[in-house]
Every structure is written in structure tokens, then in C-alpha cells.
């Protein structure tokens, strides 16, 4: 993530300098490029290779005003002008066809037709000394900043907030710039991208660039690029453009995000190499770290394949599983805290495909809080991964429809064990819980078009976190029942990680001071583990409740007594890891590397891990 770490500056963070970033950094002073000129127009763009990402940043402010208030552009792909490289690995390429719809390679270098409503907001710069007005810089808002569903048959995607600038006050031209993402179809996986338009105010049609150099998606790395029209379908004009000060947006597009290294002012000893996982994770396959310390938010760079990508602040992270943690962890606690009772209920009363006379024996004692715990007993084999990898798997993750993601959840596994007795992971698991208390919930509320994710999740936890709007759409079911993934097919800002990780501890050490909207016993089980409270997995110093992971530490720092520390994970290498009540950690990362046990080694030198209680 390109975070300038000098949040207090009025200007956005996806314009830190690329000199700046080359004095820490070596990899971006050997591919930073130059700043995008104010004349540069598409036609001098080439089809023969992707551009450096700096093209993407426009001038930082300007004294030309932009008049263009308000629109509605439809970007429509040139398909003779799409290009792509892939750079997956075959076997992972190959896997990708278990995990995805059978159309997966059919027109994925093209892109889908985009619609961009959108506003235009002015940040000010603060008045220099002596009183001379500030120079503006302009944004475009989209209206919708969440997941937008096509007709492609690969791909969905994500606008997110960018630049505007007018060449000249003679001319109609304007430039702008703006972060997007693709995101596969029924899947997590999320490709991170820049669109560059220019567009000649009074013409119906102008162009745009569009590049992606990065991605968080462990099967399937490619770049794309290439042009398309933009079709400008309305637009509307002031020379009183609202203020972005005075918008949510604001928070999201330049939260306060300090350079990692700046935490060698609290610990000069710290080997950040070790830290950023350098020996563990290669470059290409981070997509952001970060630290949290008393309350401040640390994070490299976000580094692509063609330089330093300009909207880091807006970089788009899929949850994976630790949507298992956020949804099903945090919601189960949030209706145990209004309601009571939550975890006893039976599987049987609200899931009908779960009480069939070929499988009900096996869901008979089934709860919440054993779907929550992955202990239902139902399972071909113990060992990690062998039944949520296995080729059968495809029978979940590839189908689409509620009614098919249940007939899996339900059917796939014998009953093997004692509910509540073995872990034993499948994201199937969390589905069903999804499904349980949706059910439940619409009973409860005497309303079909109840839903548990917007109704509770969205408008009770979210919002009290002020997580960003990207948050607040899930991945869902297709057909006549929507149903959240709820074990995974969330997405995330990086700003979302402290955010939730602040609310949590708020919740523990001070619910007053946003009301007590997470069950007490629940919260001080999940946050302060230990071998009493939790369930063993296949991993001496491994443990899970309530959908959270636990690790003891006591080997890796040497600690007098044993110290679990609980944390998130989700699949390509994710994880965000609670270390102490003031110090959390977090990776996103898509190279399956699970480790993060160096970094609490080297964050230990910044505060004392050992015996503290969460």
C-alpha cells in the first residue's frame, strides 16, 4: 500500500511523491516512472505493454476550477484493444477450475461494461502564510462504491474515488482518474486496477485507459490492459462545487496511515525485513501489511507489477475467511447480546434440507454454536484441509444457488463424532450458520425480506465500527434466495482493519462508549483464549472458538506461561492478529504462506506480548 504516513497533509495519500517512496524504498525507485503530464492524451498510449502505474496520478492540485458537477458515464471495453498477461502458475491455474463457474477463461481479458454515476466534490488546500487563496483539487465520487454485478461471464466490479483535473479554463478537456477492481464471479478473488479518461466535455463520446497490475488471488495473477469509449450519458454543471469536508467520503479516501518504518521511533532495534515477512512472502504476492499501535496505523507500501499503485488508501481486500471472524464471529455475538439463546439453536428447527430422513440422524443436537466452533461432528476426515480441499469441494464453492450450497452443507459429510467434541474445518459450516440465523432472524422480525447482514451486521456492528461503504455488501446466493456467504465474500478497505480492530477492543475494555453491542462472555472467551475455552485442531500451539483462531506464543517468545493471542485468517495468507489490546497486526497477501510468527518476534521488541491479557 503507496501510504504516505502523512495523513495530517490536506492532499489525498495516493499522491505521496514517487521520490518519496524511492528514499525508502528501493523496488519503487527502480519503477516509480514519471508523473503523468498535463497534456498526455490516450492516442499516445500504446497497446504493446502496460504503462507504469504513476501515470494514474494527476497533478496534485490546480487553480482551474472544475465545473462538471454531477453525471452518469458508461465505460464501454474496446475488445480489439484487450490485452492481458498471464502470470499464474499452471498448477494454479488448474485448481481455479475447481473453485470457479465452468466459464471461468471465456472472455476474461475483456472487461465488463461499467456504469459510474457519480459527483464531484473540491478538498481545499490549508491557506499558506500570508493569506494567498489555496489551490482545489477535484474528486469524482461514484455513487456506488460497493460490489456492482454484470452480465460478464467472469467478472464484477468495484469503482472507487478518484481525480479530476480541467487542462485549461479554455478547454473542455478533462482528465480523470480513478481506482477500479474486478472481482470474479460467485468468488472472493479481487484484481486491482487503475482507469485513466479523458474526456472532451460537449461530445458524446471520448476514451479510456484501464490497467491492472496487481491482485489478491492465489490461483489466478494476470495483467490487463487496454481502451474503451466512454460514453457520457448526462452531466450537470456549477461553479459551486460541495465541499469534500463536509462528506463521509473524506475518511475513507485519506485516512491517517503512517510509513511502517516509522515505527523504528518506538523500537530502533526492529528488523523490518522480518517484520513485513520479506523471507516468507514475495513482493508480487502482498497486497498490504500493517501494524496498529496505541491507536496509530502503520502500513508499507502497496507495491504492483508496474510501480507503486496510486489509490493504496482505496485498495480493494477480499475478506476470504475472515469474514468466518467478522460475520458469523461478531454477528453470533451481537444477536447473543440482544436476544440470548443464540447458540443452542437447533439446526433442524430452521434448515429443512438438514432434516431429510437420509441425514437428519447426523444434525440431530446440531447447534449454532457448533457450526460457529466448526464442531458438528460431520466430517470425512480430520485432518486440516483434506475435506475442504478436496475435489468435492467444487460442489460448494462452484454452484451458485442457495438450494445447492445447502444440499452440500447438508449431505457431504457422516456423522463421525460427538457435536461440539472435534474441529474440523469447513466453510460450508459457516454457510449454514448464515442460513440459520437468517432464517431465524426473518422469523423473528415477522418479515421474509428481513436480512441479518444489512439488518444487524450493517446498521448495528459496521456501523459503529464506520467501516467503509465497500464493507457493506456481501457475495450472496444467486437465484430467488440471496443468501450471504457469511463464511467468506466480503470486501475491505486497508482503513477497515484498524477500524475493526479498534471497535473490538473498545467492545472489551469499554462498551459504554458505543453501547455494549457484543456479548461480554463470548467476547472475553474469543479474546483472552486458552486450552479451557477453546478447541484443539491438528496443531500443537493452534486452537478455535467462536470462529477465531488462537496461537500460543509461549514457544516462539519464550514466555514463562502459555499466551495465546487470537486472530483471523482467510485463504491465499491473510490474517489480522490481536497481539495486545494496544498492538494489532494484520497481512493480506495471496501466496499461501499462513506464518506470521516472525513478526510477533520482531513487534515483541515494540511492546511486551508475553502474559498480557487481550
Not at 517512496?21 to 500504446?46: C, H, Q, S, W
Not at 465474500?489 to 471497535?503: V, Y
Not at 495486545?580 to 510468527?597: A, E, I, K, T
Request: hydrophobic fraction near 40%.
Amino acid at each position: 500500500m503507496a501510504l504516505a504516513g502523512i495523513g495530517i497533509a490536506w492532499f489525498s495519500l495516493s499522491v505521496y511523491s514517487a521520490a518519496a517512496f524511492a528514499a525508502d524504498n528501493p523496488l519503487a525507485a527502480n519503477k516509480a516512472g514519471r508523473l503523468v503530464a498535463e497534456n498526455l492524451l490516450l492516442a499516445d498510449i500504446t497497446d504493446s505493454a502496460p504503462r507504469t502505474m504513476a501515470m494514474f496520478n494527476l497533478p496534485v492540485h490546480s487553480n482551474i476550477p472544475v465545473t462538471l458537477k454531477s453525471g452518469s458515464i458508461r465505460l464501454q471495453p474496446d475488445v480489439s484493444k484487450a490485452n492481458i498477461n498471464i502470470h499464474s502458475q499452471p498448477e494454479d491455474y488448474l485448481y481455479s477450475q475447481n473453485t470457479s463457474p465452468p466459464s471461468f477463461g471465456d472472455k476474461r481479458q475483456v472487461l465488463p461494461e461499467m456504469q459510474l454515476d457519480f459527483r464531484i466534490l473540491a478538498e481545499d488546500a490549508p491557506q499558506p502564510a500570508g493569506g494567498v487563496h489555496a489551490n482545489r483539487r477535484y474528486h469524482i465520487v461514484p455513487v456506488n462504491r460497493q460490489l456492482q454485478e454484470t452480465q460478464h461471464p467472469t467478472w464484477d466490479y468495484i469503482l472507487g474515488v478518484g481525480n479530476v483535473v480541467q487542462l485549461s479554463e479554455q478547454s473542455p478537456q478533462l482528465q480523470i482518474a480513478l481506482p477500479f477492481a474486478l472481482v470474479e464471479k460467485n468468488q472472493n478473488c479481487v484484481h486491482n486496477g487503475a482507469l485513466f479518461l479523458d474526456i472532451t466535455l460537449g461530445t458524446e463520446l471520448s476514451t479510456f485507459y484501464y490497467q491492472i497490475s496487481s491482485e489478491t488471488c492465489g490461483y489466478f495473477q494476470a495483467d490487463f490492459w487496454g481502451k474503451g469509449q466512454v460514453v457520457l450519458q448526462h452531466s450537470e454543471f456549477s461553479t459551486e462545487i460541495p465541499s469534500m469536508a463536509d462528506s463521509p467520503v473524506l475518511a475513507e479516501t485519506n485516512p491517517k496511515i503512517r510509513p511502517l518504518q516509522h515505527l523504528a521511533n518506538h523500537a530502533q532495534e526492529m528488523d523490518f525485513a522480518r517484520l513485513q515477512l520479506q523471507h516468507l512472502i514475495p513482493e508480487q504476492a502482498l497486497s498490504a501489511l500493517g501494524v496498529i499501535y496505541q491507536g496509530e496505523h502503520y502500513a508499507t507500501p502497496c507495491m504492483t507489477r508496474a510501480g507503486v499503485y496510486p489509490f493504496c488508501e482505496q485498495l480493494v481486500l477480499p475478506s476470504y475467511s475472515l469474514a468466518k471472524s467478522i460475520f458469523a464471529g461478531l454477528l453470533v455475538m451481537s444477536l447473543e447480546q440482544s436476544y440470548g439463546d443464540i447458540l443452542s439453536i437447533p439446526v433442524t428447527q430452521w434448515i429443512a434440507q438438514c432434516r431429510t430422513a437420509a441425514n437428519i440422524d447426523k444434525w440431530q443436537g446440531v447447534t449454532v454454536g457448533h457450526l460457529l466452533d466448526m464442531s458438528t461432528g460431520n466430517y470425512q476426515s480430520r485432518q486440516h484441509g483434506v475435506d475442504e480441499g478436496g475435489s468435492d469441494s467444487s460442489g460448494f464453492f462452484s454452484v451458485a444457488s442457495h438450494e445447492q450450497k445447502l444440499q452440500y452443507a447438508c449431505n457431504q459429510f457422516p456423522r463421525q463424532s460427538t457435536p461440539g467434541t472435534e474441529f474440523v474445518y469447513h466453510t460450508s459450516d459457516t454457510y449454514l450458520l448464515g442460513a440459520v440465523l437468517q432464517a431465524w432472524w426473518q422469523d423473528k422480525s415477522a418479515n421474509a425480506d428481513a436480512d441479518v447482514f444489512r439488518d444487524v451486521l450493517v446498521k448495528r456492528i459496521f456501523a459503529a465500527a464506520q467501516l467503509s461503504e465497500l464493507a457493506q455488501k456481501s457475495r450472496r446466493s444467486q437465484g430467488s434466495t440471496e443468501q450471504p456467504f457469511a463464511g467468506y465474500g466480503l470486501f475491505l478497505l486497508p482503513g477497515d482493519f484498524h477500524k475493526l480492530a479498534d471497535f473490538i477492543q473498545q467492545q472489551w475494555q469499554n462498551p459504554a462508549a458505543t453501547a455494549a453491542l457484543l456479548h461480554s462472555d463470548m467476547l472475553s472467551d474469543t479474546l483472552q483464549p486458552h486450552v479451557h475455552n477453546t478447541l484443539a485442531t491438528e496443531f500443537a500451539n493452534i486452537r478455535y472458538n467462536n470462529s477465531f483462531w488462537a496461537y500460543n506464543l509461549k514457544p516462539i517468545l519464550g514466555c514463562e506461561q502459555d499466551n495465546y493471542v487470537p486472530y483471523m485468517m482467510g485463504y491465499g495468507g491473510l490474517a489480522l492478529v490481536f497481539l495486545r489490546p494496544d498492538l494489532q497486526f494484520y497481512y493480506v497477501s495471496d501466496g499461501h504462506q499462513y506464518n506470521w510468527r516472525d513478526a510477533a518476534i520482531e513487534l515483541n521488541k515494540l511492546a511486551d506480548i508475553c502474559r498480557i491479557n487481550i
